[in-house]
């Protein structure tokens, strides 16, 4: 176990609805990432934050935001769902707030389906 | 093009084969390079880093070719334990945490 916990496991919303997803990362770690992982393909990175602060984002639109929390908590909170948004959405914390260890601790993800 | 490319396969296997697994890099400022694992409904693990001079852990050896811009990973010995996805990943110049995976590839091992 990783110790990060995401929530809920799963869940199904119709275009055009909004969705919340939370993180819990692992004790000790200030930097959470998260990840979209479409169906057949590798994750990819949304955004990163560290000590409550947006510090990278990769290709997704506006609608695709977050926070984190002073206990190092996190939600990725997605607007105007689409069709394309159905994924598995990965939560990630590291041990440090910037730097190269690669080493990112995955909870097991939030499964949203988009009808 | 993809920033990271793997073969998709599936390889499949008979236990105790040596299988190989390739990747290509285009960022040629890319500064590290790691190997997850991905069990079929999980979260990936990190599996293994690579570095210039090739790393070996049991089974595993990872090998990267910076001039090529390449990077592999073989696993001798094949265990059923090993049916899994390999994601290929690299993290770019940025100075933060910033993973890239590739598609993976799909390993299934066989009896």
């Known amino acids: 176990e990783t110790g990060v916990t995401q929530s809920p496991t799963h869940l199904i919303k119709t275009r055009g609805q909004q969705v919340t997803l939370r993180c819990s990362s692992q004790s000790g770690h200030n930097t959470v990432s998260w990840y979209q992982q479409a169906l057949g393909q590798g994750p990819q990175f949304i955004f990163q934050?560290?000590?409550?602060?947006?510090?990278g984002r990769g290709n997704f639109p506006p609608r695709f935001s977050g926070l984190q929390f002073p206990n190092y908590s996190s939600e990725l909170n997605v607007n105007a769902l689409e069709l394309d948004d159905s994924a598995l959405y990965l939560c990630?914390?590291?041990?440090?707030?910037?730097?190269?260890?690669?080493?990112?601790?995955f909870g097991e993800g939030s499964r949203l389906t988009v009808l | 093009r993809k920033e990271v490319e793997q073969d998709p396969g599936p390889f499949n296997v008979p236990e105790g084969a040596t299988v190989a697994f390739n990747c290509t890099y285009s960022?040629?400022?890319?500064?590290?390079f790691f190997w997850y694992r991905q069990d079929c409904r999980k979260e990936p693990k990190l599996l293994m880093s690579?570095?210039?001079s090739g790393n070996e852990d049991g089974r595993f050896t990872a090998q990267l070719n910076r001039a090529s811009q390449y990077i592999s990973l073989l696993i001798r010995d094949s265990k059923l334990s090993d049916s899994a996805t390999y994601l290929c990943v690299v993290i770019s110049s940025g100075g933060y945490n910033k993973l890239i995976f590739g598609a993976g590839t799909r390993l299934a091992v066989h009896p």
């Open positions: 690579v570095y210039s």
């Open positions: 960022n040629s400022a890319s500064q590290s």
């Open positions: 990630a914390s590291s041990l440090v707030g910037t730097g190269n260890t690669g080493e990112l601790f």
């Open positions: 934050y560290y000590r409550e602060e947006e510090n």
